[in-house]
């Protein structure tokens, strides 16, 4: 583990294209979380574009209302090789507030049925005040393999479309 991100790869007997679709597609996010805080997609709509926003609900034992939503907004779409998002949340008057955290998945095919999928955790950007009342990261490492290994089980799953 780095100081300011955490990683993690596995081997997914998926063609990139398949599991790149299921990672654009956030009704399946809470599938493939490895924490168990992702609850639902609150926006269905499969990620097409840089600057997407799509909300999740999720929970948490230690958040003040348990359940609680997160915003989250695309940073990189390229199919199939990368996709990431930075996370924050939605004030009262709409206007979206981001903590510095990105999720980010790498693809690399590693010939027409398998793909190594690297997930990666960075908070390199939180600001000192969310430092001082949050620990980064939130969750030991093997989250990340957790995530990864439910996405494995998904995309064997899922046929192509």
């Known amino acids: ?12 007997a998926a063609p990139a294209t398949r599991v790149f679709a299921l990672l654009a597609d956030p009704r399946t996010h809470a599938a493939i979380d490895g924490t168990g ?26 958040h003040p209302n348990g359940d609680y939503r997160v915003a989250n907004q695309v940073q990189v779409l390229d199919p199939p090789r990368a996709i990431a998002w930075r996370t924050g949340q939605e004030k009262d008057d709409g206007q979206l507030e981001f903590g510095g955290w990105v999720w980010r998945y790498d693809l ?3 010939g027409p049925s398998d793909t190594e999928v690297t997930l990666i955790y960075d908070w390199s950007a939180v600001p000192h005040y969310i ?8 969750f030991g490492p093997e989250h990340l393999t957790n995530s990864l290994h439910h996405l494995a089980e998904l995309a064997v799953l899922t046929p192509d479309a």
């Open 131 to 138: 430092r001082e009342y949050l620990q980064f990261p939130p």
């Open 108 to 110: 690399v095919p590693l």
């Open 1 to 12: 583990m780095d100081r300011e991100n955490v990683c993690a790869t596995v081997v997914v």
């Open 37 to 62: 805080w992702v609850q639902d997609a609150a926006d269905q709509a499969p990620l097409t574009e840089v600057g997407q926003i799509f909300r999740m609900d999720m929970y948490h034992p230690n």
